[in-house]
């Protein structure tokens, strides 16, 4: 494919809206692209609207590399402030605009151009790819989880996940919990308190408690750092002169070895437990998603493919990390064969953000970078 023929991919799955949703849509686009090229794929369906992809090319004899991206994106935020609309990619100074640009739809476009050209080329001689195009990751991982637990993943001897690294091979990061807790109080008079129970104040019990713990964890860990915990939506009450009967928060914490994800759950029910046993208290959590730290080999053969490649395509050696945020690697991992992976994939810091982007030229590059990792992972 030329560049404009690479760019037209990239730009037609951008003005997709699939925002925690309507993935299938991008799936049958994708499954087109390969049909032209007699790649045959597989739809996994989740729900209606909700459709993975599975499609593979090489030989049945060999090694078989897993290429994984996920096909939702993060709702763009306020339309207004974008400089330009972001369901529609627009190119500016060599830069692609548009939601999921950079998280991730850069990366498994360049995934799925590296193997129809691979294909086309009759380079891979050797083995097999397997691209996971996954629903979901953006709230839950559930795409990855499904494809797991049907045992797509395997038979994989290896598995890149192409999310944005900034020129940096991952290959470790932090697990991810997220919870809900609800708290029960009484209705009452604003000007008569005392006959109410306040569900806020009772929820910032819990707040303080919360805070008091995190800020005692002296533990790191020398690849992923701290553990965070952060309180991210909170709602209460239905009207400025009532005490409000009832309030949630909901927070977000990301676990490191160190202080993993089944102290933090016990540490954390504890907490509402004793805050319970006070007079007028009643609070409910409930855990909603809970995702394991993911470590992989930092010296395995897949490390030091790409590592060797990307120097020779960047001209410099990149960094080999840890990364704060969770992947669809956290599901993946609970295959039946353990095997080696990396989180590698163009973009940069913008992930979420208004005027999300991805550098042309690290998009382009990157599908040279697939094709060789994968001709020399599969020798």
Not at 83 to 98: I, R
Not at 232 to 240: P, R
Request: proline share 3%; aromatic share 8%; charged share 25%.
């Amino acid at each position: 494919m030329n560049k404009q023929e690479k760019l037209a991919i990239l730009k037609d799955m951008i003005n997709i809206d699939s925002t925690n949703g309507n993935e299938e849509e991008v799936a049958d686009y994708l499954l087109k692209q390969f049909a032209k090229y007699g790649i045959l794929s597989e739809k996994v369906a989740y729900s209606e609207a909700r459709t993975n992809l599975v499609s593979k090319i090489g030989g049945k004899n060999g090694k078989v590399l897993g290429f994984s991206g996920h096909m939702d994106v993060v709702d763009a935020g306020d339309r207004k402030a974008w400089k330009t609309p972001p369901f529609q990619a627009t190119e500016s100074d060599g830069k692609l605009f548009g939601r999921g640009s950079t998280d991730m739809k850069s990366g498994l476009a360049a995934m799925v151009i590296a193997m129809i050209e691979l294909e086309q080329e009759g380079k891979l001689i050797d083995g097999q790819i397997k691209l996971l195009a996954t629903i979901g990751e953006e709230i839950g991982e559930i795409g990855a989880a499904q494809l797991t637990t049907l045992g797509y993943a395997d038979d994989l001897d290896g598995l890149i996940i192409g999310e944005p690294s900034v020129r940096q091979i991952i290959y470790a990061h932090k697990g991810s919990m997220n919870y809900t807790l609800v708290s029960y109080g009484k209705n009452a008079h604003s000007s008569t308190p005392e006959l109410g129970i306040n569900a806020i104040d009772n929820l910032m019990l819990f707040y303080k408690e919360v805070e008091q713990y995190v800020a005692g964890i002296h533990q790191t860990n020398d690849i992923l750092g701290v553990f965070t915990h952060n309180v991210t939506v909170i709602e209460g009450g239905n009207q400025v002169n009532s005490i409000p009967a009832r309030a949630q928060l909901q927070g977000n914490i990301r676990t490191i070895p160190e202080v993993d994800n089944e102290k933090t759950e016990q540490v954390f029910c504890t907490i509402v437990s004793k805050l319970n046993k006070q007079e007028g208290v009643h609070l409910e959590i409930t855990w909603d998603y809970n995702k394991m730290p993911v470590f992989s080999d930092p010296k395995s053969n897949l490390v030091k493919i790409a590592e060797s490649i990307a120097k020779e395509q960047f001209g410099k050696t990149i960094p080999i990390i840890g990364l704060a945020g969770t992947t669809d690697a956290a599901e993946f991992i609970k295959a039946k064969n353990q095997f080696p992976l990396i989180i590698f994939g163009p973009g940069n810091n913008t992930p979420h953000e208004v005027n999300e982007y991805v550098d042309i030229e690290n998009y382009l590059e990157m599908i040279d970078v697939y094709k060789a990792i994968a001709i020399q992972f599969l020798k």
